[in-house]
């Protein structure tokens, strides 16, 4: 784990409002695995106090680069947007206990809802042969090719609520058709998304006997299990989503208890 | 080597520090979780995470939230417990070359007395701080340390129970904390150490809820650090014990202030959240400005304010 100033390699539009950050930052690329997240603080920093979390998308370490997927929400990514290439922002990171997935998985289903893709990307380079990526998305505005900046032999379905691209319907309408017809023998899901999503995708998952980790995301301000800030309900109790997560087995969740 | 630097030493009088610089409770961990970016032999010293007899669970989230200069929190004293933390943390902290400083607290006099005798014969412990001013807990916490009466008795009763010196922390969260201040040096206290946060809150115009799931929450960062010099300042010449200042400090210069107002050793807490190298920024910065104006000492420049 370091803490480091990363040069902006390039910051590419993809989609309405969301963007493609590749930052060359050797330590972080080195050490980065799937899962993983980084707090990042741009230069000059009055624009707010605290550093923001972002999902590791992309590890290149043969590059030294890492890379981020992210969506305009308030002022910090507002400002991160107009970064230009060669530009300096502050990283903290690796962060966060990366999923080990046991050797003998059949089937890996990716889930991601919106940007929530993101972290399931990182995935891809060490399981895209058992990979199967469902994506949702609002509609065709706010699309992302996973293939463009992943390519490899897994499937990528789309589902868009307005039926612009894709199946039309939620990413969880596309994964219940999708799974339908198939007989996973030992398929494990991981997904990322709207906490309402999340929710609902864990009793799908229950239900069907399919092993279900999430991603969880909650404020947070130090992102390093120092400050027990972005704790989440788990059946243990708190837990810090920071440094015991971000990703949660879906059943150690106390789902009911969680607002979204 | 850095942080060793004899210009930087401090005398409390019950214990040396190699530099002035402590980490506060809260934004440290145990000490072992930030060992991965930085070692904490770095530092002066640093102040566990407020442990208490038994674990506790702490605050419903949201538990922080961005102000301005700032940031709000209500983590509620979320921890291990003091049995866990003698057995799984320290021995992995007590290796490193720095003073630990033990947060306790308590729901009632008697809950701080026994925290303090848990850590009786505990060698690696340096000293305890008491956690009297705590805005996030409904029982103990900040109503203790409002009261001059109550704040004296619990430093009195941690002092009978405790072998090691006793750091008294107190909140800016009363009219005069100079009374508070003073009741706790009768009291016996080795020295003071301020402030903890300041009361506050935030709203959700969204939803009209509060932002924090516990409402109210404690403010730090840079928006408190002027409140908190003041009240350094003020504590410091109301009192003959040694003071620890702080609030709001993110570099060395807000370090100086601390120390020219009369503060012998300061408090970083915030800021390590940010920045987890914070600290060690700080110890190269004053290390830095002795060498600029030819400081042979640092602890000369405490209460060196010039006010005419």
Known sequence: MSVLDAKVVFNKCLAKEIYFLLLKAKEVSLKAKPGQFVMLKLYPDRLAFLRRPFSICLSLPEKDIFAILYTIKGKVTQSMSSLNTGATISVVGPLGNPLKLPENISDLILIGGGIGIAPLISFLP?????????AGFRSSEDYIDVKEIFPGTYEYIVATEDGSKGYKGTSLDLFRQYTKSRVFNNAIVISCGPLAMLKKLSKICAQAKLTCYVFLETHMACGMGLCQGCVVKTKQGYKRVCKDGPIFSAEEICWEEIRD | MLGRDSRLEVDLGFIKLKNPVIAASGTFGYGDEV???????????????????????????????ETACGMLNSIGLENIGIERFL???????????????????????????????????????????INISCPNVKKGGMLFGTDPKLSFQITKAVLKESDKPVIVKLTPNVTDITVIAKSVEEAGAYAISLI???????????????????????????AIKPVALYMTYRVVNSVSIPVIGGGGIMDYKDALEFLIVGAKAVQVGTANLVNPKACINIVEG??????EKGIERLQNIVGSLRTE
């Open chain 1, 126 to 134: 060490m399981y895209h042969e058992k990979a199967h990526f469902i």
């Open chain 2, 35 to 65: 060992a991965e970016f930085v070692s904490p032999s770095f530092l002066g010293g640093f102040v566990t995470k407020g442990l208490s007899i038994k674990p506790k669970q702490g605050n419903p989230p949201p538990r922080t939230c």
């Open chain 2, 87 to 129: 057995k799984e943390k320290l021995p992995k902290i007590k290796a490193y070359n720095t003073a630990i400083i033990v947060n306790i607290f308590g729901e009632s006099i008697s809950e701080y007395a026994t925290a303090a005798s848990m850590l009786k014969g505990v060698a690696e412990i340096s000293a305890i701080e």
């Open chain 2, 196 to 222: 903890n946060t300041i009361t506050g809150m935030a709203v959700d115009i969204e939803r009209r809820k509060p932002v924090l799931g516990n409402m109210i929450g404690g403010l730090s960062g840079p």
């Open chain 2, 286 to 291: 004053l290390n830095q400005y002795c060498t």
